[in-house]
Each structure stands twice: as structure tokens, then as C-alpha cells.
């Protein structure tokens, strides 16, 4: 592809913006980019994620900078809402970052387009990934080629408020759990909280934390293998809705008001308002509110409890640093991969606000500085990603999720909550689900 | 520029004349001359409006009509596909049709509260009490924090499941609801928001009623008549031309919304795409779906449909509109 944003592309942008300028200021909210990017002397590096994240990173990236001071690096982070928006409007604009954390649920989409630099060049030059499993850079390698470098093991597990389970009289379930220890504790904590607390968040709309997990065990994927098509049928997605809406009924899981609101709001998470002792949601635990005097441990993702299970669970790459193919400082940028993937400094630095470390090194290297929650995450993560490495009968690791994938990941979600608000029953939206998701990733 | 042909028209055969006439005539040429000489200045001072308006209106207006027509997802360059984005919208878009669906009712809903209770208001205030001045300010306030992203933030606290207003219904005796995250009265929120900030047109409200003549209501007053006869038999139809004015305004501001269904659903438009304004898709479709093309398609739909409504807001004018000229 190797395409480069003209001047006229660039325009194009405006154009857009303006269309909904000339109508009044509608998109002006959005228009207010730097410009800076590629063309100051800066390498620009952005992240998102949560303020010790945003710490970490910056403590770093000063003790990179002593030993490198010939790189100036401008920082920019922010939260995940609007965090691509806001790259690809930069992108387009002919200012996009140098450097950035990437999603490893959209490096293909963004290698594809030709905006992330390939960097199997560098390997074992300036890039050092000794110790990364090649499972592990799968998570960067699209169509062959290395777009990131992955920054820890990122595993699917269900966070659980431990002490309040305790305080019900409950115990935590073994990591060898299934989906009906999950609705059965689920049930057991509605009862014994009095009807206060539900069991376990809505998952009938999560993707990737627990819907494709349940088809793998199916042994079925999310997408296709060439990523273009749906991997899962009809009949799996239609079990899935029906667990959940069996598991609203028995008030294991909240009211469809409590999912909705916590949609892209960490904040309003069933178990960071109380509301739910597991949660799906992974980005809960760092998240902070009002669970932070609660004692967190993790889980797995139950396993299928029919015969002919599979093991669903599976590892990626937590997120990844790209560099962008339009900046003239990938170079500088490799450099700095390489430093998080490698130094002793940003190793600790980091500790797990990126996912379990990437290498036995790192690993060992943060173990003794760890809080006591770090080390109940890391050792259900050390679990996950040991059985999956002994499963035989694990699907391989999920191809690089294709364009239009986030898409299909909120119908997912709408579907599930116009099921649950029972504005549609779960027939009527399987079939609006499977009319609609082959336009989307066809589009 | 028209430099040269004023100058021809200065230039006029020389006629015989008095010498009065000549040097009345050469004090008209001087004038002339200075006042159009260096023709080119006033172009110069206007230029940067001229550039604003190629460059930032009207260029990328064609530009993005141009880009309807395409599939631009922003990082390669946009491929010709004809109608199609157009025909996608209709025939097979779901969320467009739930988009068009909650933006009409948001508009049908939000204006007419919104410019009743402006009218309500501003005649509240169309008296001398003593600190008037201070009970209008506060009224207009609201407005003033218009589409400030900071009032949706607090909106989406107020009518959160745990938010002010549900504690306001348990004083009552009430069970609320978790207003915002309910499909059904999620956009409701909206529009109590947008009927909030009223304080604009009731501002214009209320200088249409300082120049209602005095003298027609004293008469009416003498003739016995009621005030709710007075407000419908006098007021509103003196006041026809400023509640048309708002209502071409409010319309088209309606219509383009976009801060606080943005704000107040995370930007999803949801729960269930019930808050998902046109606007707000558009964007969605523009920054976040990288079709840029499709999102295009959607503003010149938008820009169409909004001409629409205004020009049969000015056709329909001429029925219930009184000038009293």
C-alpha cells in the first residue's frame, strides 16, 4: 500500500469536518488537533490508559531519555473513549503520533490500511526480543509481518470481589470451574446478600472477554480464520443468549439498566458499584472506585461443562507499541520499544499497568516488588497461560480481529441488551444479528 | 476588479464650461478618485473572509459532496462508488432509520416545550419587579452553559440510577429508574436538557414583547377582556414574526445536536441506539468507523432535510406570520 495522506486527502478531512461546520458547529468538538506530529522535532508518543499507567510511562520515558538525550519525546495520553478516534483523525490529517500504544484488536486493521510501520527489520538489531514466546508476537504479526511490539501476556479473566464473596460466607471457586459453578454461585451470592448484590455482570454482550471464549469451547471461532466472515453459527450464539437471559431471570446477573449504564464506563461496572461480586471486565481491576478496599482476585473464564468441550481460554499479547509508517523517526521509535520490552527500569516501572510482562525475565524481575493483588492477578495469568500451553484440544490463538470488528463486537452488545430489555426476543435477534454482520464486515 | 472601468467613467469628454463649472466638476473628479482609487484595498481587507468562505465553506462542502459519492475510510485515497452510499442508507442501515427516528423525536418533542416555556418565561419577566434584572440572568443562564460538555456530565449524574433526581422522587415516596441507561427514557433526558436551556429564545422572547404597543391592551382591558384572551387574541399574533424566528432557529439547532447525546451515552448513542442523534452518528461513522464517505452522505442528507424543514417553515409563514406593516 505505502500510501501517503496528500495534501489533498488531508483536505478531504476538512471536507468532512466542514460539511458539519457549514451546518453549524456540530463536529467542532473534534477538529481541535495540534498539527504538530511528524513534522516537529519531537517524537510524539501516545498512550491511553489509567493515571498510574500514565505515571509509569512517564517515569520511564525519563530514564530512557538520560541515557538518550538526543530524543525528545512529546507525551500524550489519554483514557480509551475517543482514544482512535482522535488517532485517526491525526492520521488523516497528516499528524499522527510517532509512536503509540495500539490495541491488539485493531493492528490488523491499521497495518492493513498501511498506517503502522512493519519492523521485522530491526529484530535483533536495535529491536531486542530475546525471551518473547512466538505465540506472543503473533498478537503484532499481521500477514506475516511485525506491526508491535506486545507488551505482556493478556489473558481473559474474570475479576472477583474476593472479600465480599468471604463476607457472604462464600468460597472462591476453584480455577477449574465451568459455566454452571459460575450460575450456580451467581444464584448463591442473590440469595445470601438478601437480594442486595446480583452474581455475576451481563456477559451475553461481551465479545471478547467471555462470548468468544464460550465459542472456542464450542469449538468455534469468533471470526473466520481469513477474518472476513463470522467463525461461530446461529445455534452457539443462540445457547450463549439463552444462558444469560436464564441467568437474568434467577438474578445471577443485574437488570439490563445496570449493563447499559456501565457501556464504555468503567466507573459504573456491576462490581465497582457493588452491585455484582465477578465482573468480565478486565479493565475493572486498576480502575480504582469503589472497590478499591475490597480484596480482588481472578479467575479463568469457565470452562464448557458438555462433552466434547475444548479449552477456550487463550493468550495475546496484552496491548502493543506501534510506530506509524508516515513518521521519519521509526527508527528512534523501535529504540524505545525495545527499552519497555528489555530495560530493568521500565520493566519495574511498568510492573503489571500493561498486562503480565512478556518474558520470564521481566516476570521475575517485578515478583518480589508486587502488591499482594499484582501477585494474585499474575499467578491466575501464570495458570491460564500454562494450561492453555498444555491443552490439546485448544483452538489456536484467534487471528488479528478484521476491520468492521468492533462493529460487529457492539451489535454484539446491543443485541444481548435489546434481548434483555426484552424489546426483541432472542429469535428475532439472531436473525437480525446474522442479516447484519456480513454487511459490516463487508463494508 | 473593476478598477479600470472606473476610471473610464471618471474620465468623461471634456465639455466647454464656466470655469466654475470646471472646478466644481474637478472637486468631483478628486473626490471620485479618492474614494475609489486603489480599488484593490477593500478587496484586500475582505480577503480573509473570502478565503474563509471558498476554502473553509464552500471547497470542502463540494469536496464532501464529492466524497458521498465515495468509499473514504480517511487513510487511503477515496474509491468512486456511485449511489451506493446513498442506497445503504435506505435499504439496509438499521441504525440510520433509529437514528432519523430519535432525532425526529427529539425535534418534535424539545422545540415546541422548549419555545412554550421560553414564552412562558419571558412574560413572567415582561414586568418591573424590583431585581428583575437578576431573575432574567438566571433564567438565561442555563444557556449560557449551552452545549457545554461539563452540564451533560452533570445531567448524566442527575439521571444516573443512583443520581439526584431519583433521590428528588423518594421524597415522594417514588421508585426512580436508571433514567439514562432505560431505552425507553433515555432520549427523554435530552430533551429535558435541550428544554432546560430555553433562555435563548426567551431572550428574543421577551424584546418582542417590549415593543407590543401598550395602548391595544389598555383598550382591550377596557373591553373586558380576559388575559388569556388578551395573550391569544393580541399577543401571540403581534408576536407571530419572533416565534417564527425561533422556531426556524430552534429547529435547525435541534436537528444538529450533538454534545449531549455524545456526552450522556459515552458516546455509544445508547442504550439501544435510543440517544443516537444523527449528529452523533454521523461522527460515529466519520472518526470512529472510518467511513468517511458514508458519513458524507449522511451530512448532505442531513443539510437536505434541514433546507427541507426551513423552507416549509418560510412557506408555511405566510399563513400564520403577521407583520404589522
Not at chain 1, 512529546?74 to 495500539?102: C, H, R, V, W
Not at chain 1, 510492573?351 to 499467578?379: F, H, V
Amino acid at each position: 500500500m505505502g500510501h501517503q495522506i496528500s495534501r489533498r486527502t488531508l483536505f478531504r478531512t476538512a471536507s468532512g469536518l466542514a460539511v458539519a461546520g457549514a451546518l453549524g458547529s456540530a463536529l467542532s468538538a473534534c477538529s481541535g488537533g495540534t498539527g504538530a506530529g511528524s513534522t516537529s522535532s519531537k517524537l510524539t508518543m501516545t498512550w491511553w490508559g489509567s493515571d498510574d499507567r500514565h505515571n509509569a510511562y512517564k517515569k520511564a520515558l525519563a530514564t530512557f531519555q538520560k541515557s538518550n538525550p538526543k530524543i525528545k519525546i512529546q507525551e500524550t495520553y489519554s483514557g480509551y473513549d475517543g482514544y482512535f478516534d482522535k488517532f485517526n483523525t491525526n492520521i488523516a490529517g497528516g499528524s499522527a503520533p510517532d509512536l503509540l500504544q495500539m490495541d491488539t484488536a485493531l493492528v490488523a486493521q491499521y497495518a492493513r490500511k498501511g498506517v503502522l510501520a512493519p519492523i521485522d527489520e530491526y529484530v535483533g538489531k536495535t529491536l531486542d526480543l530475546t525471551g518473547f514466546a512466538k505465540t506472543l508476537l503473533a498478537a503484532g504479526t499481521v500477514d506475516g509481518k511485525l506491526y508491535g511490539v506486545p507488551s505482556g501476556i493478556g489473558v481473559n479473566q474474570l475479576t472477583v470481589n474476593r472479600s465480599g464473596l468471604e463476607d457472604l460466607g462464600l468460597k472462591l471457586p476453584d480455577r477449574e470451574w465451568t459455566w454452571a459453578d459460575l450460575k450456580k454461585i451467581s444464584q448463591d451470592v442473590y440469595k445470601k446478600s438478601g437480594g442486595k448484590i446480583y452474581g455475576v455482570d451481563d456477559g451475553g454482550g461481551g465479545a471478547l472477554q467471555c462470548f468468544e471464549i464460550f465459542a472456542r469451547e464450542k469449538g468455534e471461532t469468533f471470526f473466520s480464520d481469513d477474518g472476513t466472515k463470522l467463525g461461530f453459527t446461529s445455534a452457539t450464539l443462540q445457547e450463549w443468549w439463552e444462558f444469560w437471559a436464564e441467568m437474568r431471570k434467577l438474578n445471577a446477573s443485574p437488570p439490563p439498566a445496570i449493563t447499559s449504564a456501565a457501556h464504555n464506563d468503567l466507573t459504573k461496572n456491576a462490581v465497582v458499584i457493588g452491585k455484582a461480586l465477578f465482573t468480565f471486565d478486565s479493565g475493572v481491576y486498576g480502575a480504582g472506585g469503589s472497590i478499591t478496599d475490597a480484596q480482588l482476585d481472578f479467575l479463568p473464564t469457565p470452562q464448557g461443562d458438555w462433552s466434547g468441550a475444548r479449552e477456550g481460554n487463550f493468550v495475546n499479547g496484552g496491548v502493543l507499541l506501534s510506530a506509524t509508517k508516515a513518521s521519519k523517526k521509526v527508527a528512534d521509535s523501535v529504540k524505545i520499544m525495545s527499552f519497555f520490552a528489555q530495560d530493568d527500569t521500565a520493566i519495574k516501572d511498568m510492573q503489571l499497568l500493561r498486562g503480565i510482562p512478556p518474558t520470564e525475565k521481566a516476570r521475575n524481575l517485578i515478583a518480589s516488588g508486587l502488591t499482594e493483588t499484582d501477585k494474585l492477578n499474575m499467578a491466575n495469568a501464570d495458570y491460564i497461560s500454562q494450561r492453555v500451553g498444555k491443552a490439546t484440544n485448544a483452538l489456536p490463538a484467534p487471528v488479528p480481529p478484521p476491520q468492521g470488528a468492533d462493529q460487529i463486537w457492539d451489535l454484539l452488545f446491543q443485541s444481548n441488551l435489546a434481548v434483555a430489555f426484552g424489546k426483541k426476543s432472542i429469535k428475532a435477534q439472531l436473525s437480525e444479528f446474522f442479516d447484519q454482520a456480513p454487511g459490516i464486515l463487508g463494508a | 476588479m473593476t478598477t479600470a472601468k472606473t476610471d473610464e467613467v471618471v474620465k468623461e469628454p471634456p465639455v466647454p464650461a464656466t470655469p466654475s463649472d470646471q472646478r466644481e466638476r474637478d472637486r468631483m473628479r478628486r473626490r471620485l478618485a479618492r474614494r475609489r482609487g486603489g480599488g484593490w484595498w477593500p478587496y484586500a481587507f475582505l480577503a480573509p473572509w473570502f478565503i474563509g468562505l471558498f476554502g473553509l465553506t464552500i471547497y470542502p462542502m463540494l469536496d464532501s459532496l464529492y466524497l458521498s459519492f465515495t468509499d473514504f475510510d480517511l487513510l487511503t485515497p477515496p474509491q468512486w462508488t456511485g449511489t451506493e452510499n446513498y442506497e445503504r442508507m435506505f435499504t439496509q442501515d438499521p441504525v440510520f432509520w433509529d437514528s432519523v427516528h430519535a432525532t425526529l423525536v427529539y425535534v418534535v418533542v424539545s422545540v415546541p416545550l422548549k419555545l412554550a416555556l421560553a414564552l412562558g418565561v419571558a412574560m413572567l419577566l415582561n414586568r418591573d419587579l424590583k431585581g428583575i434584572g437578576l431573575y432574567r440572568a438566571a433564567f438565561y443562564l442555563p444557556s449560557l452553559l449551552g452545549g457545554a460538555v461539563a452540564i451533560a456530565i452533570v445531567w448524566r449524574q442527575v439521571f444516573g440510577g443512583d443520581g439526584l433526581f431519583n433521590d428528588f422522587l423518594a421524597w415522594f415516596g417514588i421508585k426512580g429508574q436508571d433514567w439514562i441507561s432505560s431505552p425507553d427514557t433515555a432520549l427523554y433526558t435530552l430533551v429535558l436538557l435541550a428544554v432546560w436551556q430555553f433562555g435563548t429564545p426567551m431572550v428574543i422572547f421577551l424584546a418582542g414583547l417590549k415593543q407590543l404597543p401598550k395602548d391595544v391592551y389598555e383598550a382591550a382591558a377596557i373591553d373586558g377582556a380576559s388575559p388569556v384572551t388578551r395573550f391569544f387574541k393580541i399577543t401571540l399574533p403581534l408576536l407571530t414574526p419572533i416565534v417564527f424566528f425561533n422556531v426556524v432557529l430552534q429547529i435547525i439547532d435541534a436537528f444538529k445536536t450533538f454534545t449531549p447525546a455524545f456526552v450522556i451515552s459515552n458516546g455509544s448513542g445508547g442504550p439501544l441506539n435510543s440517544t443516537m442523534l444523527y449528529s452523533l452518528y454521523l461522527y460515529k461513522k466519520g472518526f470512529t468507523d472510518l467511513q468517511m464517505g458514508y458519513a458524507s452522505a449522511l451530512a448532505w442528507v442531513l443539510f437536505l432535510v434541514i433546507a427541507g424543514f426551513t423552507a416549509v417553515n418560510f412557506i408555511a409563514s405566510r399563513y400564520w406570520v403577521h407583520y404589522d406593516d
